[in-house]
């Protein structure tokens, strides 16, 4: 009779930690940490930083996919298939990991592919990412409803644009109501990862001085602490882990470059109704640092798509 | 074995929250994206069940040479929303509680800026009622500025 006690308290226990998490974890935010974050933030971001704690959530939002291909395609960047990840390594992923990384990286590169219109690509990108929302169990996420869409619109960039946000917000709205929010933010990491990817190999080294999308790669500095905390809400994760130490090395690197940044001043434009967030801002990368930063995220990607 | 009684109010209590979670998601298609109109949805899902009074807080960075719409919805059942987005000096850029609560607001960017998007859920001022609690949706919508 004891020991009979003894396992269903066990059970209940196990069923009332399970169901608090999950309850906790299906908030779609974090709740704020009781204490510091660990994640050494750089001086021009602490201020941000500082009262962390007051909110009853926390979200931290990178760059999706689509924002990462369209931040490239504004800096000007041609078009190399050679840079994409192969689809014909969609077998090779059959862990959470790596699937979760991966629909991160070809939900990337399919919208790269769907700026420039590369239409054969589009498709076989949106099946690669299939693929992987499948072995994740995302339901629903992209269904051949979705592949017959975007086949009859091939040719309508705004369509396409939908679909490849659709999409993404399936996957990642079913992997933070299910409990999953260590899956979502690895879905996000490989997104990221691959857009910084992409751009540091586009760049022209003959061209440095000025170049737009050098630009933009310091403006990932900006988002390299946000990555971080996203990582460290599941932290004990072993997949997890791994990351958090890989994305501490390329900190390492980005804590190279210097960005200061004048006070921001918002302006009202009455005639477009948008608010301009003017500012002045000075930044540091010598094209040592930008190599050493291109080879850091060329080896974290490949590890990613391996 | 009374204990056991008690599972399966533990797994309607699970089963519950991830229905609430599942509507979150519904109301934040259904009623939030319509509201980025032109812009393009990111493809980012940041929606919460918030009690009258409770805060979140969202951390982004943004973009020069892109034009944003922020949405920020909350369910009917809730009373206003109120957003405010500062910068890393915690000033306020913009505040809706000047602008009629309003559920939008279109900005750009001179260069690039990391924010910080502070989210909060105001009182009905009725004492003694049980708070209101229901989703509230952020989304961003962008484009290219041309």
């Not at chain 1, 940490?33 to 704690?53: C, H």
């Not at chain 1, 709205?173 to 929010?181: R, W």
């Not at chain 2, 056991?4 to 533990?10: C, E, F």
């Amino acid at each position: 009779m004891n020991r009979n006690h003894e396992i269903s308290s066990g059970l209940l226990m196990v069923v009332l930690l399970f169901t608090i998490s999950v309850i906790g974890c299906t908030s779609g935010g974090k709740k704020a940490p009781k204490e510091d974050l660990s994640v050494q933030v750089p001086t021009d971001n602490t201020a941000v930083y500082e009262d962390i704690k007051q909110a009853e959530k926390i979200f931290n939002a990178l760059p999706s996919p689509l924002e990462s291909a369209m931040l490239i395609k504004s800096a000007g960047a041609r078009f190399d298939e050679s840079l994409l990840n192969n689809v014909g390594n969609v077998n090779k992923y059959v862990t959470n990991k790596s699937m979760a990384l991966n629909l991160g990286i070809y939900t990337c590169d399919l919208s790269f592919a769907s700026l420039y219109e590369q239409t054969q690509l589009i498709i076989d990108y949106m099946n690669a990412a299939k693929k992987m929302a499948d072995g994740l169990g995302i339901l629903k996420a992209i269904e051949q409803s979705t592949i017959d869409r975007l086949e009859e619109n091939i040719n309508n960039s705004e369509v396409i644009m939908e679909i490849v946000s659709e999409t993404f917000m399936n996957s990642s709205s079913y992997l933070e109501d299910n409990g999953q929010p260590a899956i979502a933010a690895m879905t996000l990491v490989g997104g990221w990862f691959e857009g910084l990817y992409i751009s540091t190999q586009l760049v022209d080294m003959k061209e440095f001085n000025g170049n737009k999308l050098v630009g933009r790669i310091i403006d990932q500095k900006l988002s390299i602490d946000i990555l971080l905390s996203l990582l460290e809400s599941s932290k004990g994760d072993p997949a997890v882990d791994e990351i958090i130490a890989q994305v501490s090395k390329l900190k390492i690197v980005f804590d190279k470059i210097k960005i200061t940044t004048s006070p921001v001043r918002p302006e009202f434009d009455q005639a477009t109704n948008i608010t301009v967030l003017k500012s002045e801002v000075k930044t540091d990368m010598t094209p040592e640092v930008f190599l050493e930063l291109a080879a850091t995220v060329g080896e974290i990607r490949n590890s990613f798509v391996k | 074995m009374r204990i056991y009684r008690l599972i399966p109010i533990l797994a309607l209590l699970l089963i519950a929250s991830v229905k609430v979670d599942a509507q979150c998601k519904a109301f934040a298609k259904k009623v939030c994206l319509p509201e980025l109109g032109s812009y393009t949805h990111d493809g980012n899902y940041h929606a919460a069940v918030l009690v009258e009074g409770e805060e979140a807080e969202l951390y982004k960075t943004f973009y020069s040479d892109m034009d944003y719409r922020v949405a920020i919805c909350g369910e009917d059942k809730l009373p206003n929303i109120e957003f405010r987005i500062m910068d890393s000096n915690k000033n306020v850029l913009y505040s809706n509680k000047d602008n009629n609560y309003s559920r939008t607001w279109d900005f750009k960017l001179q260069s690039s800026q990391q924010l910080k998007l502070v989210v909060k859920v105001t009182s009905f001022n009725q004492a003694g009622d049980t708070p209101a609690s229901g989703c509230v949706s952020i989304m961003f919508g962008f484009k290219i500025k041309k």
